[in-house]
């Protein structure tokens, strides 16, 4: 399989990344998140909107109503301070996680 | 994370469910067309897109229902869901929910009414603006203190004196004493006042307040201006400021009453206030009718010595109120010392101090929030025995209702073990079983709130006399739902507790089985325990009404030593502002004249004490020929001359008080046989003199009761009241016959003496005998009330456990008598099961009994707390009764036919 399903918690990051670009619709994250990846990442429909619900009701996100590009009512979901601030900590926490899994899974026999 | 983001969220979400639903749909509706739109720009045809678009959202309920989870919903729509579902179950047995509902209404009503009640005695403040800043003065010392004459109250306990009264100019020399109490200020109540409006007198209860009362009180009149400082000034006393309730009976609530002038105690006062209604003056459970300046007090309530308390340091009868400021820092003991010093300062300058009576009192500080309390003492006892009566009675509704509710349960079996195999949590289960008992305890709640607001003033009224009025208010408030709401949630969790437990003991798999009865051991279980626990409660009851049943009518047995059949009733308190104590005593000789010549009216006297009233003067008691005895002390009544004939009171030994008694002859006196007996033992007290005015004893008269018929007769003497100065005084008129019309001619011949003096609290002796005894009554009546509420309770109870085991046993029995056992032995073997529980209980109840009784030892006359015949009536009658329950299921049992029980299963 070509691409990648997405690990459950790392969803939350992809929205907000997405999001934090410009204002989008549900549907626009989606294709958004696939664009960027590349079309490597495939995340699952039924779980979008329970992550989107959920990043609001926590305050990280804020939606409105608006026009979308052929004049359809569509629900628009931007950052709000706060969530900018929570992606922030939690870009550097992925990052520091990161560089730490690359260097224990990249170690040698001998560097022990 | 934050909170109030979320809280917001969840509000929205709930409040506004319609919207969010919409929203919900619009939104997903636009990701499914912008889906279906790209995969049909991929190539896919249109219908093929559809599908494949509906497939990967997946269906619109499930992802609302997801989005709804992620707003923190879940608990609430599963809520919702089990309030429709216990909703729709109770709808459907509406005779079940009608009678829970209805037994839940009353459990709960009955504490409704004892918590408002218990509320108004022991928790309601004066409704004045920020009551917990005030604080009230009193004074402690040795039992020989220095107060000459003290009004008001007074304890001795424990060989200390404790009073909240104090002397004029102890006021004075406080009121501005300390920073840490704004301006103190002062009151006096007064329980009798003649009021006189339009030419009718009324006799009605008064207040005496500073001048800067109102403004201490932080209080407004609703009319008019308050109770001034340069009112409380000795010759400018003459306004006064009306209740609320006065306003309306005598004014109609008319503006124009402000100037108005009426009569207080026959003098001119005129109006200048009308009080809020939420005012009652500052005393609890007392409702002054008018307010006048202190300084009022010598023109129009002459008292003491010089009738000017005012002036008098040894008088000692004000209570002093303070409002303290509002400072953490200074404790009530710090003000306690602030007063102290200048307190003593002031009473050793005033106070004439004599030798043996020096002790030297200090000050108190106590709350002040409700004022002067006198209600708290009187009714702290009884309050609590009606608390744990109508505990007990919603515990026996909850019980049974518990019962009602695992039969049900047990019914409902299969429906819990579906849920459980398709998934349901036990939790959620339990939940599910909690919820509808929530339902139906608040259910009952509601009809809680309703009956104690309709049953409110019941018990105020029981215990009042109706010549009197009523002493309390029970404000029936926000406290009061809250409390019944508190009560409704804790009975419906009491409610699920046992079928929470069967639900845990359940086996899915056996659940689900046609016809299974593995469980029915649980259900059995709990239900026998509820039933014993129905019956030991009902015992208790039982047991209680027999004592309270028993002690009254020992109470009314009780001899009290004179007939009181035929005997009117009244007061006259002649006001000294028109008669001085030397001008009462013709007065109440012509009123007596005036009763005397009225037809119907065999015989009338008066006495400074009625009897079984609740009054009582105790005196010193010296015999002239013996040393000083500090201690002795003896009851004294100032009576008529034909006392003792009217109340038909035997006279024993030497005479009667005749008219040739006056002010101007040797002093005399009649003693009772306990005095006799206890001061003169075998001596002839005939001609013996005692106390320092040598009154000389000339009879000697059969023991009467004197304060109420609990007490046994007190030593008591009898002085003539012509030789005597007592104003106030009770009227004891035997006549020929009961009735409203003599009643008239006694005022009309009062009347033609003066008419502007008001029979006060007409009653007759026996109504008077009677209201002593409201407090027994109204246990008598509850506690047998409830007994038998219980006792029914507990039948239904025996009967339908009983009948269930015959029927779940049917079988059983059958065997058994297709193998030969009698029917007697069957009829034996139900009622011996039920005889099991009813003695479990009955055993239980005993020992329960016998450790409550203790609690209300005081409240008993002419037996022990743990009276056998009490006890064991309680204990057959509840036999007897729950044996007739079990018999009907056990004769069933007895006449089942073996081949058709056999056949049953």
């Known amino acids: 399989m070509g691409q990648m399903d997405v690990l459950q918690g790392t969803l939350d990051m992809l929205i907000l990344k997405a999001v934090s670009l410009g204002p989008l619709h549900g549907y626009g994250v989606l294709l958004r998140i696939q664009q960027i990846s590349g079309d490597q990442l495939e995340i699952q429909q039924g779980s979008l909107y329970p992550a989107l619900y959920r990043l609001e009701h926590q305050g990280w996100l804020a939606s409105d109503w608006g026009e979308s590009d052929n004049n359809r009512r569509a629900k628009f979901y931007r950052l709000t301070a706060q969530g900018r601030r929570r992606f922030n900590a939690e870009l550097e926490k992925w990052n520091r996680m990161s560089d730490l899994m690359a260097s224990i899974l990249s170690t040698r026999p001998e560097e022990v | 994370m934050s909170l109030p983001s979320r809280l917001h969220s ?11 639903d919409r929203n919900m749909e619009a939104e997903f509706r636009f990701h ?101 800043q005030l604080r009230l003065l009193s004074w402690t010392s040795g039992k020989n203190f220095a107060m000459e004459s003290l009004w008001g109250n007074f304890s001795d306990e424990g060989g200390a004196a404790h009073s909240s009264s104090f002397s004029y100019p102890v006021y004075k020399a406080l009121r501005n004493q300390t920073n840490m109490f704004q301006p103190l200020f002062a009151f006096k109540d007064i329980s009798q006042m003649t009021a006189t409006v339009d030419g009718r007198a009324e006799a009605i209860y008064g207040e005496l307040v500073s001048g800067n009362f109102y403004d201490g009180m932080r209080i407004h009149p609703a009319l008019g201006r308050g109770i001034s400082p340069a009112d409380d000034v000795e010759g400018k006393a003459n306004v006064a400021v009306l209740s609320d309730a006065f306003w309306a009976r005598h004014f109609a609530r008319s503006p124009d009453v402000i100037g108005k002038t009426i009569n207080i105690n026959l003098l001119p006062v005129t109006i200048v206030g009308v009080n809020h209604p939420s005012f009652t003056g500052a005393e609890m459970s007392r409702f002054p009718e008018v307010f006048l300046p202190l300084s009022a007090q010598p023109t129009f309530l002459p008292r003491g010595k010089t009738g000017n308390l005012l002036t ?33 300062q002031v009473v050793k300058s005033t106070v004439t101090i004599k030798e043996g009576h020096d002790d030297l009192p200090h000050i108190r500080v106590q709350p002040g929030r409700r004022g002067l309390d006198y209600a708290k003492e009187e009714f702290i006892r009884p309050i609590y025995v009606l608390i744990a009566l109508v505990v007990f009675v919603l515990l026996i509704a909850c019980a049974n209702l518990a019962n009602l509710l695992l039969a049900r349960s047990t019914a409902r079996q299969r429906e819990m073990s579906v849920r459980v195999a398709m998934g349901a949590s036990r939790m959620r289960v339990v939940r599910q079983v909690v919820t509808e008992s929530l339902l139906l305890s608040l259910a009952g709640g509601v009809g809680g709130v309703i009956l104690g607001y309709l049953l409110r003033n019941l018990l105020p009224r029981l215990s009042s006399n109706p010549w009197e009025g009523i002493g309390l208010h029970p404000r029936f408030d926000l406290y009061v739902i809250l409390f019944t709401l508190g009560v409704s949630v804790v009975t419906g969790l009491l409610l699920s507790i046992p079928q929470a437990f069967q639900g845990r003991r359940e086996d899915v798999s056996s659940g689900l089985k046609e016809g299974t ?85 065999q015989s009338a006297t008066l006495s400074s004490d009625p009897l079984v009233a609740q009054d009582s003067s105790i005196n010193r008691f010296q015999r002239n020929d013996r040393p000083k005895d500090s201690k002795a002390e003896a009851w004294e009544n100032n009576v008529g001359s034909n006392f003792f004939q009217t109340l038909q009171i035997p006279i024993l030994a030497g005479r009667s008080f005749s008219s040739s008694d006056i002010l101007t002859s040797p002093k005399v006196a009649i003693i009772n046989q306990k005095l006799a007996h206890k001061y003169f033992a075998d001596e002839n007290p005939i001609g013996k003199t005692f106390n320092k005015e040598k009154y000389e004893i000339v009879g000697v008269c059969g023991d009467t009761k004197y304060e109420d018929l609990k007490s046994e007769a007190p030593p008591t003497f009898f002085l003539p009241y012509t030789q005597s100065f007592e104003a106030n005084v009770t009227y004891e008129v035997r006549t020929f016959a009961t009735g409203a019309e003599i009643l008239k001619s006694l005022q009309q011949a009062v009347a033609t003496v003066d008419k502007d003096l008001p029979l006060i609290h007409i009653r007759t002796q026996n109504e008077q005998i009677d209201a002593t005894l409201s407090g027994q009554r109204i246990f008598a009546l509850l506690t047998s009330a409830f007994g038998v509420l219980a006792l029914i309770l507990a ?34 073997m139900i009622l011996g099961e039920a005889s099991i529980l009813t003695i479990i209980g009955v055993v239980i109840g005993v020992v329960t009994s016998l450790f409550l009784a203790r609690l209300v030892t005081t409240m008993l006359y002419g037996l022990k707390p ?25 004769r069933r049992a007895s006449q089942v036919d073996p081949m058709d029980a056999l056949r049953h299963e």
């Not at chain 2, 008098?312 to 200074?330: A, C, E, H």
């Not at chain 2, 006890?871 to 007897?880: D, K, M, P």
Request: hydrophobic content about 50%.
């Open chain 2, 10 to 20: 969840f509000a929205s979400s709930l409040f506004h469910r319609a919207e969010l």
């Open chain 2, 32 to 132: 499914f067309d912008k889906y279906a739109e790209q995969l049909i720009q991929s190539g896919i045809a249109p219908d093929e897109a559809r599908r494949r678009a509906r497939l990967e959202l997946g269906s619109l309920a499930t992802q609302k229902e997801n989005c709804r989870r992620s707003l923190g919903l879940r608990l609430w729509d599963e809520l919702i869901a089990d309030i429709r579902f216990g909703v729709r179950m109770l709808r459907k047995s509406p005779a079940f929910a009608i009678i829970a509902v209805l037994s839940l209404a009353l459990g709960i009503g009955v504490n409704t009414t004892i918590f408002t009640l218990a509320k108004s005695v022991l928790l309601d403040r004066l409704q004045v603006p920020d009551p917990d």
């Open chain 2, 312 to 344: 008098d340091p040894n008088s000692w009868w004000l209570q002093i109120i303070g409002r303290r400021i509002d400072s953490p820092n200074v404790s009530d003991s710090a003000l306690e010392s602030a007063l102290d010093t200048p307190f003593l």
């Open chain 2, 517 to 601: 009865r593995s469980t029915a051991s649980g259900h059995n279980f709990a239900s026998k325990a509820l039933v014993i626990f129905q019956i030991s409660v009902s015992l208790v009851l039982l047991f209680g009404a027999g004592l309270f049943l028993k002690t009254l009518s020992n109470l009314r047995a009780a001899p009290i030593g004179f007939q009181p059949d035929r005997i009117v009733l009244f007061e006259i308190d002649p006001p000294r502002s028109r008669y001085t104590p030397e001008a009462s005593l013709p007065l109440h000789q012509k009123i007596l004249d005036a009763l005397v010549a009225v037809p119907g009216v």
């Open chain 2, 795 to 828: 039948c239904i109870g025996i009967y339908g456990i009983m009948a269930y085991t015959v029927t779940r046993r049917t079988n059983e029995i059958g065997i058994r008598m297709a193998l030969g056992a009698p029917r007697s032995k069957v009829l034996r």
């Open chain 2, 866 to 890: 743990s009276d056998p015949a009490a006890l064991s009536s309680a204990a057959f009658v509840l036999v007897a009764i729950a044996l007739v329950a079990g018999w009907l299921p056990a």
